[in-house]
């Protein structure tokens, strides 16, 4: 399968629009959830003004959220896939801009210096574009993640020392969550990663975070250790927006690396209520825009 480049800087631009405008089905069924589970009046009251934000914000095709976010691209190439790398990622790049100033979209992307906004939702390796690969015959996934700053804000990594094991783990979480409050928009979702390197641990929290819901670790400790988790985010009693209740996330999720002997890092990164994503799958047969 060769892949047209003109197409993926249309999707790329189309799929930035979808992720600010379209919350995906996984996260509303999350809200349900939560709710069905709420003791906590003033929480449940949070809960339903949330849906119906979201529900109002796609009845007039506007942003669920003023942030437009950091712009990233998961890109996953599949075999027998012609393409050249470089003229994919410019493809991916040119259709961030347009979004950007064809919608318009605020650029919420400066220099990190300067603090300069050119007003394109891009800069210096952003959109952060990560390219990996799969087993998948002459297939072409692009996923879009507009990350907001009220959840990007609270990343931590923990250089953990092997003999404090997963009580480590444990701790760093739950220290985190509280550190976080009500600034990462609850409920959230908390991603995890463990291994690694100190680099690799943070992106695998970013992974964890952005991951959809009901989907576990492929790793069985690492799915036993997000159960666990879950359930004690949720007794923290930080709640809807902070204001108590037990909705504090919709889950915790993992994501696991083989690490070094005298390593035992652990990092953590949120997302907030407004979990947006959009997905594109190019195949011989066409593309299939989702989630």
Known sequence: MIVDLNQVEEVSKELYIRALKVLPDDVKAGFDRLSRNETNDLAKNVLGTMVKNIAVAEENSNMLCQDTGIPIYNVKI?????????????????GCERATKEHPLRSSVVHALTRKNEHTSCGHLVPVINIDFSAEQETLEIEMIPKGSGSENNTWLKMALPAEGRNAIYEFVIDSVLAAGAKTCPPTIVGVGIGGTGD???????????????SRCED????????KMSEAVNKLGIGPQGLGGNATAFAVHVELAATHITMNPVALNMQCHSA?????????DGIEVGF
Request: glycine content about 8%.
């Open 78 to 94: 599949g075999r027998n896939v012609e393409v050249d790398g470089y003229e994919l990622k410019d493809a991916l790049r040119r």
């Open 200 to 214: 690799l641990c943070v992106h695998l929290a970013k992974k964890a975070a952005t991951r959809p819901l009901g």
């Open 220 to 227: 069985p400790e690492g799915a036993e250790l997000e159960e």
């Open 276 to 284: 947006r994503r959009a997905k594109a799958t190019f195949t011989p």
